[in-house]
Nanobody, 121 residues
Framework: VQLQAFGGGLVQAGGSLRLSCAAS????????MGWFRQAPGKEREFVAA????????YYADSVKGRFTISRDNAGNFVYLQMNSLKPEDTAVYYC???????????????WGQGTQVTVSS
């Protein structure tokens, strides 16, 4: 299984970015894909997840209403659309995958490399 995240960058507060995660080698129908982030000096935290089979989405309270997770069945991509970005959203963002049910914990089987998101005030 390989996961590759990209799309990070520098954006002003209030702006938008879309992160992408290219996934290969997964049995998508039974998987959950997630996004996590880690800011300097902080623990990695859950951001959002999507169940591949039916598109059910889950969000951390801190990003609800601002971030949207989606999947592209044809291209095996997972996206994280981030709107109304805040400086506190600054972090390295990671995509992850697991088989089984949704969880917001670290218990994902596969992790991609991170992509840096920096939001300036």
């Amino acid at each position: 299984v390989q996961l590759q995240a990209f799309g990070g960058g520098l954006v002003q507060a209030g702006g938008s970015l879309r992160l992408s995660c290219a996934a290969s080698g997964l049995t998508f129908g039974s998987s959950v894909m997630g996004w996590f982030r880690q800011a300097p000096g902080k623990e990695r935290e859950f951001v959002a997840a999507i169940r591949w089979s039916d598109g059910s989405a889950y969000y951390a309270d801190s990003v609800k209403g601002r971030f949207t997770i989606s999947r592209d069945n044809a291209g095996n991509f997972v996206y994280l659309q981030m709107n109304s970005l805040k400086p506190e959203d600054t972090a390295v963002y990671y995509c992850a995958a697991r088989y089984g049910s949704y969880t917001s914990t670290y218990r994902y089987d596969y992790w991609g490399q991170g992509t840096q998101v920096t939001v300036s005030s």
